[in-house]
T-cell receptor, first 114, second 114 residues
């Protein structure tokens, strides 16, 4: 069974540009999460999808971030326009059991904004 | 305001000895706790968890202890092996969020030397 995959693995952009990150969850997992780790700090929750619906987006930093999950399969996270403080590693995770806390993480996308 | 704290950024242990990683939390609503292990360039991998109704959970070489009154948990690895060298994240969640939102600490880098 394939794990959670993320694309790209690295992205380097300039301030003001747009970047779109993609996450493919484990097949059949209805729950999809985005997290971010900035500069070696804690891994912070951004949002949670159940199928195509946003269940909790309380961690989204501001309206420059837009997450979508059309069709309830893969998800994209767009940052527009990117700022320097958006640099970090963006992790995607998925889970199937709605009452199981264990989440399966992808390898992450390292975003660098110059 | 960090709700989950891992105050030791790093820990060095000799192979065969015990590794003890600590974690403190401040939110009384947390009732489920997890440890994740992360190798470089990979996503966090679930290791072991514990519910607040227990004070100990064991899985092979890994044991997690929970002290609810002190809001403290620890991960014991016995015996430690060089392959255990990684960053360990403590995470907490609660039934109130349906166990869906993980709150992580900043991680502890464990180095096990031969």
């Amino acid at each position: 069974e394939a794990g959670v995959t993320q694309f790209p693995s690295h992205s380097v952009i300039e301030k003001g540009q747009t970047v779109t990150l993609r996450c493919d969850p484990i097949s059949g997992h209805d729950n999809l999460y985005w997290y971010r780790r900035v500069m070696g700090k804690e891994i912070k929750f951004l949002l949670h999808f159940v199928k195509e619906s946003k269940q909790d987006e309380s961690g989204m930093p501001n309206n420059r971030f837009l997450a979508e999950r059309t069709g309830g399969t893969y998800s994209t996270l767009k940052v527009q326009p990117a700022e320097l403080e958006d640099s970090g590693v963006y992790f995607c995770a998925s889970s199937q059991d709605p009452w199981a806390a264990e989440q399966f993480f992808g390898p992450g996308t390292r975003l660098t904004v110059l | 305001d960090q709700q989950v704290k891992q105050n030791s950024p790093s820990l060095s242990v000799q192979e065969g000895r015990i590794s003890i990683l600590n974690c403190d939390y401040t939110n009384s609503m947390f009732d489920y706790f997890l440890w994740y292990k992360k190798y470089p360039a990979e996503g966090p991998t679930f290791l072991i968890s514990i519910s607040s109704i227990k004070d100990k959970n064991e899985d092979g070489r890994f044991t997690v202890f929970l002290n609810k009154s002190a809001k403290h948990l620890s991960l014991h690895i016995v015996p430690s092996q060089p392959g255990d060298s990684a960053v360990y994240f403590c995470a907490s969640t609660s039934m109130n969020t349906g166990f869906q939102k993980l709150v992580f600490g900043t991680g502890t880098r464990l180095l096990v030397s031969p």
